[in-house]
Each structure stands twice: as structure tokens, then as C-alpha cells.
């Protein structure tokens, strides 16, 4: 198993904020195959092989990403992808 954590800050309001985490949720449904719900101010996210969350807070974004065994070989191509994705999002929100 391998851990992926990513914080991202922003200075977004609530609903922007909202908005840039459904970007980046679309962006890694389409690249990863994820299912994805809210769950008040938490995206949860999960697939066979893949689970975690992007926790919205004032002035952050939190992403926490376990991969199973399979995918934890690609670890860093995934987090280096997310977390792009992540800094383009919230900053090209702004």
C-alpha cells in the first residue's frame, strides 16, 4: 500500500473552492475510473485498487489518496499527475 498526500492552497471562497474540487474530480474520473460523492465539505473517491479524499478547508485543499498494492508501483507518476492538476485548478480558479 502506498499514501499520497497533497495539500493545495487557495484563496477561493466556499462555492469556488466547491467548483475547483469538481474539476479536479472530473479530471481523475476520466484519467483513474473513479466513482466520486460528497460528503458535506469531503470529496470521497474510490475504485478497486484506489481510495481517498479531497478535503476542502478555508485557504487549502487537502488530497489523501490510498493505492493497493497494484497501483502503489505507480505511485509517484500518480501524485506528481494529481498534484498538477491540483495547482492548475485552484490557481487558474482564482
Known amino acids: 500500500m502506498a499514501d499520497i498526500n497533497i495539500t493545495q ?3 477561493l471562497d466556499p462555492a469556488q473552492a466547491r467548483a475547483a474540487a469538481e474539476k479536479v474530480a472530473q479530471k481523475m474520473a476520466q484519467e483513474f475510473d473513479l466513482a466520486c460523492t460528497w460528503q458535506g465539505d469531503v470529496l470521497r473517491f474510490e475504485r478497486s ?9 478555508p ?5 489523501k489518496i490510498k493505492l493497493g498494492f497494484l497501483l502503489s508501483a ?5 501524485e ?3 498534484a ?3 495547482r492548475k485548478v485552484f490557481a487558474g480558479a482564482a
Open 9 to 11: 492552497e487557495h484563496s
Open 49 to 57: 485498487g484506489v481510495e481517498g479524499s479531497l478535503t476542502l478547508a
Open 59 to 63: 485557504e487549502q485543499a487537502q488530497m
Open 74 to 78: 505507480f505511485s509517484s507518476s500518480i
Open 80 to 82: 506528481s499527475k494529481v
Open 84 to 86: 498538477e492538476n491540483m
